[in-house]
Every structure is written in structure tokens, then in C-alpha cells.
């Protein structure tokens, strides 16, 4: 067993150094790879599959309200990029440039997109004429540059994947309608499918969104205390039609501006899953979501009958996302390589098993073991998994209900952020003045006003003038 365990201690722990112990299962899992192109990452078979289930159960739910996919192009002119003037100053920082065609420089730089609102806004001022052209309801799957000076796995990277809803109306309600439908959609995906709690609310003006009017964020809490803005749904009512002068002739034959939306998840999704059921023994993957949901061991495989046998199960199993394990590693190996994946439900089976027409069961999330006969086996799997997702989905929200407090002094807000990592519930006045002061003095930031919103005082936390809003606060990644 000694060499069993090797794999296991191949990673941190998450007590000892949570940062450390995720980028260990990052690789370990074999979801990544490091690469010689800086702040850019591979992404090997197992995590790109765990993309590939979250784009489908995403997509499915667009195109149920209606949303159709399109293409982009991956190049912004600059001109097109400066149309509008908040958008250009909140991304100029960060923006990939390129300024030669072959060994010609271009007559207009081009930027690679750092996200595709000019691009849209450029194509729906040509496309949109009449009411009858709306709602434009469209949505593109592509990678996005930006620019980042630091990067990790999943969570921040020069290059990542992603899509992005724009959507155009021709009401300012249509288009508030649409915001929050996209949220909702988002929670309802985290909560259903990645089985991650999350806080849906509004960003503060200083978080949200560049040329946004309104930004809407879902909030999720990681093991580590630390937030994790999941999924955003802007609102950015006739601002961008003006810069773009995308108008149409409405019922009344007036000529009016579209209201738009934007929408947007992306691959640092994987590494919210990784940092909300992850443990010491590696990635716990919530099966709606795992490429592979069940995991055949066979024990003794080289006895006449056994690999057979573990075939015939996988037959069995069809009607789930089934491997056999078949390969010449030892079977303590291969349980610490199953943990270490995250696949939630391992199948044991040897030869006395086999006599004795039964199997065992092992579940990622509680290591449980159960004996089961082999007639009951795919019933049982199948009540397995929903118990595995559901369990997931408590375990995360009771850790974030114990590690959200609340704070009326800033003397104990900034108390809660030292020593209790998690979300920090206080009232706030509005001002900008109290955000910056809080952010300076304890790092962390607001992370939206919910829309379950609490009367925890009548005192903004930091300055003690009337407060306005309840905020969620917390250091984020
Ligand atoms: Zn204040």
C-alpha cells in the first residue's frame, strides 16, 4: 500500500496551503498543463470534458429562452473599440494588440477581443432596422484575451474560454427583463448542476461593469473563505445604442435606440467546482457535471471472469457516464487515481464478489462503502448519484452559511475579515468614499448588494451616516 499512497501525498494540504493544494490538483487531476506560452494554459482531456458538460447544460438553457449561437470575429479595430468611452477605459489595460500583418504594419492596430460588445454593437447597427428585427437574442461560445500581469489555472488567464449573450430590445423593461432572466438562469445552473450556492445581487457602480448601467453578479464562497464572482448579467439600457447608433423604426414609426444586455460564464467555473467540493484526497466532481460519473475497479483482474464481468457492469450502467479501469496499476492505485478525479461513485468487483452476485460501492464525497447485489446495482448507482449531488450542494451551503458574518463597527468588520475568512454581511451608505476605505483597510471588496436584502443596522458600517444597501463584502479571487 505504500506505493498507493504516493498520489495522495502528492498534493498539499488544503489546511497547510490552500493555494498550494489547488494548483496540486489542478495537475494531479490532469485537468492542465503548464505551457511555454506565459500566463496561457493547456487544457488536457479531463478538464476540457468538464467544459464540454458545462457549455452543453448552459447551451441547452439559452437556447429555452430562445438565444441562438453566432460567430465573431476574434479582431477589434481600435476605432471600433474607442466608440464608447467607459468600455475602452475599462479595458485598455489589459488589451493584446496587434500591429503587423505579416511583415506589413497595419494602417489601424487591431486588438484581440478582450470581450465582443463593439463587435455586436457594430453588427446589430447594420442588422436592426425595424421592430420587427427584435429582440436579438444572440450568444457566442470563444476564448478571450486579456491581458493579465498574474495568472492561475482556471482563474485568471491571458487567454480563456468562454460565452457571451448580447441581446437587443426595444424596451428599457425588455431589457431589464433580460438581465435578470440570465442571472437567475446562471444561479439556477450553479445551484442545479455544479450544486454551488450562490448570492445573486447587484454590483455596486465601482464594480460593475465598463459602460454598463447595471451589473448583476452571482457570488460564490470557496473552502478557503475567499469569493468567487461566478457569472455576471449586464444591463447596459440605450448607452452603447448611442455610441453605435443602433436605432430602429418602432411601431409608432418613431426611429428609436435598442436597449442591450450582456451575459457572460466562463472556464474559471472549473476552478470554482475544484475550490467548493475539493478535498484533501483531490477533485470531487458533482456528477451532473463529471465526465466520468461511475468508475469500475475490478480487483484480482487477472482471474478468469473478472474483467468480464467488470465489462458486463459497464453494460449494465449505460444510462450513466461509465470507464473500466482496466489498466495493469495496482487497485489501491487506482482508488487514489479515481479520488484524486473526483469521479463520484467507484464500483468494486472481484471474484468473491462475483460468487457471491454482489458488488461495492464507494462514494467520492463521504468515502462511504455499501454492499450491493448486482441485480440492484444500476437502481443503486443511479440513488447514488443524486445523493452525491445533493449532499454537495448542502455540505457547500452550510460551510457559506458558517462562514458569513455580520459586522455593524468597522472595528468588527475589520476584526471578521482578519480573522474569519468568508463573507462579511454590513450596511453600507452609498458612497464610493466607504467602499475604497474598506477595501483599503482590510482587502476586501464589495461583493454585491443581494437582492435578499437584510436590515442588519440603519449605520453605514464605515462612515455611520444613514445606510442604503446591505452588502456582501469579502476578499475575492
Ligand atoms: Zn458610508
Known amino acids: 500500500m505504500a506505493n498507493d499512497k504516493k498520489l495522495v501525498e502528492a498534493i498539499t494540504s488544503m489546511e497547510e496551503d490552500f493555494a498550494q493544494w489547488y494548483t496540486d490538483v489542478v495537475k494531479k487531476a490532469e485537468l492542465i498543463d503548464y505551457s511555454s506560452v506565459k500566463g496561457c494554459m493547456v487544457i488536457k482531456p479531463d478538464g476540457y470534458a468538464i467544459w464540454e458538460n458545462i457549455q452543453k447544460e448552459l447551451d441547452k438553457r439559452f437556447k429555452e429562452t430562445g438565444v441562438q449561437n453566432v460567430y465573431m470575429p476574434m479582431f477589434i479595430p481600435e476605432s471600433l473599440l474607442q466608440k464608447e468611452k467607459d468600455h475602452v477605459e475599462g479595458f485598455a489595460p489589459e488589451v493584446a494588440w496587434v500591429t503587423h500583418g505579416g511583415l506589413e504594419p497595419l494602417q489601424e492596430r487591431m486588438c484581440v477581443r478582450p470581450t465582443s460588445e463593439t ?17 436579438k437574442l444572440y450568444n457566442q461560445w470563444c476564448s478571450v484575451v486579456r491581458w493579465e500581469k498574474t495568472t492561475r489555472p482556471f482563474l485568471r488567464s491571458r487567454e480563456f474560454l468562454w460565452q457571451e449573450g448580447h441581446t437587443a430590445h426595444a424596451t428599457a423593461e425588455e431589457a431589464e427583463e433580460r438581465t435578470i432572466q440570465m442571472l437567475n438562469l446562471y444561479a439556477d445552473f450553479c445551484e442545479q448542476v455544479l450544486a454551488m450556492p450562490v448570492i445573486r445581487g447587484r454590483k455596486t457602480d465601482k464594480e460593475k461593469f465598463a459602460g454598463a448601467e447595471a451589473t448583476y453578479t452571482i457570488e460564490a464562497l470557496m473552502h478557503d473563505g475567499k469569493a468567487l464572482q461566478s457569472g455576471t448579467s449586464h444591463n447596459f439600457g440605450d448607452g452603447f445604442a448611442k455610441a453605435f447608433g443602433i436605432q430602429f423604426s418602432d411601431k409608432d414609426n418613431k426611429l428609436k435606440y435598442v436597449h442591450q444586455t450582456s451575459w457572460g460564464m466562463t472556464t474559471r467555473l472549473i476552478g470554482a467546482i475544484i475550490m467548493v467540493h475539493g478535498d484533501n484526497n483531490g477533485l470531487v466532481l458533482p456528477p451532473a457535471i463529471a465526465p466520468t460519473q461511475v468508475v469500475i475497479v475490478p480487483i484480482q483482474q ?97 460551510h457559506r452559511d458558517a462562514h458569513t458574518y455580520t459586522a455593524t463597527t468597522l472595528e468588527e468588520f475589520e476584526k471578521t475579515v482578519e480573522e474569519k475568512p468568508g463573507f462579511v454581511k454590513a450596511m453600507w451608505c452609498g458612497c464610493q468614499e466607504c467602499e475604497d476605505k474598506i477595501k483599503e483597510l482590510t482587502g476586501a471588496t464589495s461583493r454585491c448588494m443581494p437582492f435578499a436584502q437584510e436590515q442588519i443596522s440603519d449605520k453605514c458600517v464605515c462612515c455611520g451616516k444613514p445606510a442604503t444597501k446591505m452588502v456582501y463584502w469579502g476578499k475575492a479571487y
Open 119 to 135: 463587435l455586436f454593437c457594430d453588427f446589430y447597427a447594420r442588422d436592426i432596422h425595424s421592430y420587427r428585427d427584435l429582440p
Open 302 to 398: 487477472q482471474k478468469a471472469g473478472v474483467l468480464d464481468k467488470a465489462f458486463e457492469l459497464k453494460g449494465v450502467l449505460s444510462n450513466f457516464r461509465v470507464k473500466v479501469d482496466d489498466s495493469d496499476k495496482s487497485p489501491g492505485w487506482k482508488f487514489s487515481e479515481s479520488e484524486m478525479r473526483g469521479i463520484p461513485v467507484r464500483v468494486e468487483i472481484g471474484p468473491r464478489d462475483i460468487e457471491n452476485g454482489q458488488a461495492i460501492l464507494v462514494r467520492r464525497d463521504t468515502h462511504e462503502k455499501v454492499t450491493v447485489a448486482l441485480s440492484e446495482l444500476e437502481t443503486k448507482v443511479g440513488e447514488l448519484l443524486d445523493e452525491i449531488q445533493a449532499n454537495l450542494l448542502e455540505r457547500a451551503r452550510t
